[in-house]
């Protein structure tokens, strides 16, 4: 790798992160008037603890706004910078919501940006990363299990379709949100977590 190649992937490293960590989950809910995201629900910035609050509106911003600061990260790095950059702008969004400067480094669990970035790099990998989402959580009604059953699947639908190069930061991507949703793993494996639309039941 050339030194202007690395000073470009550096640079979109640095501009995905700052895209990153804008946290509209809390910016949105403290314009509405409802307070600080972070203490209600689970505490999470991200959509699903948005609608804790009762505003589904604010709800389908945030996941839209999360989901298009990972595309967008994606669509500049690739207009300025090449694949590499791509990657390394992809990267870095997820760093920087999942990690925040501006909220001490405690931010969103990253599905929505994930969903983003997968649908700017490859918009085939995107569409089946969310089929495979929407059909479990049809399934299962667990929106986290749904979560992580797509983010697992992520990496080897991006080597089938868009080969290794993004299919490394898909894996990547994978394992920043298996690690996020701890908590929500061990709630999984003891039938407690929440379903979609009722109270903690058992997952089988």
Not at 24 to 39: E, K, Q, S, Y
Not at 57 to 77: F, H, R, S, Y
Request: glycine share 14%; with cysteine.
């Amino acid at each position: 790798m050339s030194v202007d190649i690395l000073y470009v992937c550096l640079g979109a490293l640095a501009a995905g992160y700052l895209l990153g960590s804008i946290p509209f989950g809390l910016v949105l809910t403290r314009l509405a008037g409802l307070g600080d995201i972070r203490a209600i629900g689970s505490g999470n910035i991200g959509a699903t603890n948005v609608l804790r609050t009762g505003n589904k509106k604010l709800a389908v911003a945030t996941l839209l706004l999360d989901g298009g600061k990972g595309a967008l990260a994606v669509v500049l790095a690739s207009a300025y910078g090449g694949e590499s950059a791509v990657l390394a702008a992809a990267v870095g969004a997820m760093l920087g919501h999942s990690f925040p400067v501006w909220l001490g480094f405690k931010g969103g669990k990253g599905v929505a940006t994930a969903l983003g970035i997968l649908l700017a790099a490859a918009w085939p990998v995107g569409v089946a990363t969310m089929v495979i989402w929407l059909a479990t959580a049809y399934v299962f009604r667990i929106s986290s299990l749904a979560a992580l059953v797509a983010a697992g699947a992520a990496p080897l639908v991006t080597w089938a379709v868009a080969g290794w190069g993004l299919a490394l930061v898909a894996l990547f991507i994978a394992a920043l949100i298996f690690v996020r949703h701890q908590a929500n793993i061990r709630r999984l494996l003891e039938g407690t977590e929440p379903r979609i639309g009722g109270g903690k039941k058992s997952a089988s």
